[in-house]
Each structure stands twice: as C-alpha cells, then as structure tokens.
C-alpha cells in the first residue's frame, strides 16, 4: 500500500500557483519525499524530491513541514499543460530493489483557462 | 530530452500471440529497471524488477512464465507478454533510476484483440 494520500483531485486557474498537499505521515527518516506528475497516456514524470529542507527547482516549490509528516508541491504559476495527475511518493535514498515506487492514486490537477 | 526510451509506443496484437516491449537507457547504464502496469483511471502498479544479468523479481501475483523479463545488457530490458489475452490490454511502462532519480520511458500502449 502506497505511504501517502493526497486529495483526489483539485482545480487551479492559468497563471495562479497551484497547492497540492500530501500526508506521509509514517515516513521513516531515510526515506526521502519524491513528486512526479503523469499527463494522460504518458510515462510519469519526474518534478522534485526532498528530504527535509524545502526545495526549488525550475518547475516546483516543495515544502515539508518540520515533522516531516506532509508536504505539499506549489506550481508558482499554473499553466494549461500542467493538467496531470500528481503523485506524492516516500522512498528510501540508495541503489536497488527497496527503492521500487508504490503509487497511490495521485491527485488529478486539471487548470482551468 | 528522454533519458529512457521505451518502443513501442503502441501495438496490437491478437489474441495467443506474444508481444516485446523494449526499454532503453540513454547515456547511462542501468543495473535495475522497473516494469509497471497501468490499467485505465488507476495507479501504477509494479509487476516486476529487472535485475541486468540475473533473474527478475516478480511482484505476487504476477506471472513469471507469462510475463518474460530478460536485461542482458546495462542498457535494455525487454518485457515479453506471452499468449496474450485481451485482459492484458493495459499500458505497461518502464522505468531506470540514474542517480537518486527515477526516470520513466513514454510506455507502452497494448491492445489485445
């Protein structure tokens, strides 16, 4: 079973920042907290991922609280191809099979024109 | 650009035949890759890590004889659906991690007819 749960879905207008929260809250403290994003009919992709400090990158914001029991990914200014579907997913740094990602449904952000 | 490169990106086959999927790391070696399937409005769902130069593990309840995995090279791992039926229609996608980064190929959409 997937470590996290997310709204189902959320709506966002163009250009306004989108908010999207996520509730790990049995996270260990070697598993970091990764953030991928599906558009329909396509293989997921990667957005950002951090530990506990906050993290920018050019497509994301994300915030974790100081407990590290949820974070939430901002979209600073939502665009139309930003439509997907978004997962939030805990997982361990290092090589091998206890890496493996366990999905949970994801949150479908659909932004509105 | 694509870090991993997945063909086809659709096929349909009849019914009994057997399918390949290919999955191609790019400009790096990959010693484990990850093979997902994904079934219309549901989450990703692991079925088996592919280990270069050694066997698969599969996830339960996913058939090993039915569901041939072969990585012989740092490269590529292939996913061979044998006898395929129409309930193994689905969209089935790979995926690499380079570094701490888990990087997915544009899957594959299968349709058994």
């Known amino acids: 079973d997937a470590k996290t749960t997310q709204p189902t879905s959320m709506d966002c207008a163009e250009g306004r920042a989108a908010n999207l929260p996520c509730n790990h809250s049995?996270?260990?403290?070697?598993?970091?907290v990764y953030w991928y994003r599906q558009i329909h009919s396509q293989g997921p992709q990667y957005i950002i991922h951090?530990?506990?400090?906050?993290e920018t990158n050019e497509m994301a914001s994300l915030i974790i609280t100081e407990d590290r029991k949820s974070s939430t990914l901002i979209l600073p200014h939502a665009t139309l191809r930003d439509t997907a579907v978004y997962y939030c997913i805990v997982r361990p740094r290092g090589a091998g099979n206890n890496r493996k990602l366990i999905w949970g449904l994801g949150t479908s952000l659909a932004v509105n024109p | 650009g694509a870090v991993v490169s997945q063909h086809p990106s659709r096929v349909i086959c009849k019914s009994g035949t057997s399918v390949k999927i290919e999955c191609r790391s790019l400009?790096?070696?990959?010693?484990?890759m990850f093979w997902y399937r994904q079934f219309p409005k549901q989450s990703l769902m692991l079925m088996a890590t592919?280990?270069?130069?050694?066997?698969?593990?599969?996830e339960q309840g996913v058939e090993k004889d039915k569901f041939l995995i072969n990585h012989a090279s740092l490269t590529l791992s292939t996913l061979t659906v044998t006898s395929a039926h129409p309930e193994d229609s689905s969209f089935y996608i790979c995926?690499?991690?380079?570094?701490?980064?888990?990087?997915f190929g544009q899957g594959t959409r299968l349709t058994v007819v």
């Open positions: 951090g530990l506990k400090n906050n």
């Open positions: 049995t996270i260990s403290g070697n598993e970091y």
């Open positions: 592919s280990n270069e130069g050694s066997k698969a593990t599969y």
């Open positions: 995926s690499a991690d380079r570094g701490s980064e888990a990087f």
């Open positions: 400009d790096f070696q990959a010693t484990t």
